[in-house]
């Protein structure tokens, strides 16, 4: 069987490509860079954003399999070649591990990163303080743009079915109105908004309509 070229599409001196490409080197699996720079016209270009809707790097590609984030790319690595070691399929031990994967999507990428590029890799004109609110909304807009693309051509995040990708993205956007966040750019999401709320065994919260 032809083993599948594995490639990783990462920018200069990004710490999420090194998670990725440190995992693989130690693994031992063979795989090929596409580099891209920071540029609008690269990283924001549809036919980036066609593989990552976030715009960002890096993002792996399995043949017609294209995998974004670094965290989800080292899951995938961990199952696909690291057999039950790296990411074991026990409840506890698995929950075990994606502690510290989300530690590192939001106390390091929020915290260290975000400090490493302020003090050395600022790119372009971009301001150096944006206020706390302005730094939340561009995120917010992110994080609602990259749901609403998927949720444009699926019904459900992750597959084609409800899974755990639901039960972590649904609060949030559910709670716009007290974010003051209109929703009316989003109409797949709202729509999907609906959806799992109809989910059978569905719990509300106060703020959610
Ligand atoms: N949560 C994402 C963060 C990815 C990320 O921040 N990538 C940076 C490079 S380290 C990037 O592409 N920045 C360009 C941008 O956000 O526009 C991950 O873990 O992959």
Not at 36 to 63: C, M, W
Not at 165 to 183: G, Q, S, V
């Amino acid at each position: 069987m032809t083993e599948i070229p594995l490639i990783l599409h990462v920018a200069p001196r990004s710490g999420n490509c090194h998670k990725v490409e440190l995992f693989l080197s130690i693994l031992g699996v063979p795989y090929r860079t596409a580099t891209h720079d920071y540029t609008p016209a690269d990283l924001k270009s549809q036919a980036f954003r066609a593989k990552n809707p976030r715009g960002q790097v890096p993002v792996l590609e399995i043949g017609d399999n294209v995998i974004w984030d670094s965290q989800a790319i080292l899951v995938y690595l961990a199952r696909a070649h690291g057999g039950e070691g790296w990411l074991p399929s026990d409840a506890a031990a698995m929950a075990e591990v994606m502690q510290w994967l989300a530690l590192s999507a939001n106390e390091h990428l929020f915290g260290l990163a975000q400090v490493r590029i302020m003090r050395r890799y600022r790119h372009g004109n971009e301001p150096l303080v944006l206020t706390v609110l302005e730094r939340a909304l561009a995120l917010a807009a992110r994080g609602l743009e990259t749901m609403e693309r998927r949720l444009a051509r699926a019904p459900w995040l992750a597959l084609d079915r409800p899974t755990i990708a639901e039960m972590a993205c649904f609060t949030y956007p559910a709670l716009h109105r007290e974010a003051e966040i209109d929703l009316a750019p989003y109409p797949a999401t709202r729509a999907w908004l609906g959806r799992v709320r109809a989910l059978p065994g569905f719990k509300t919260m106060e703020g959610i309509d």
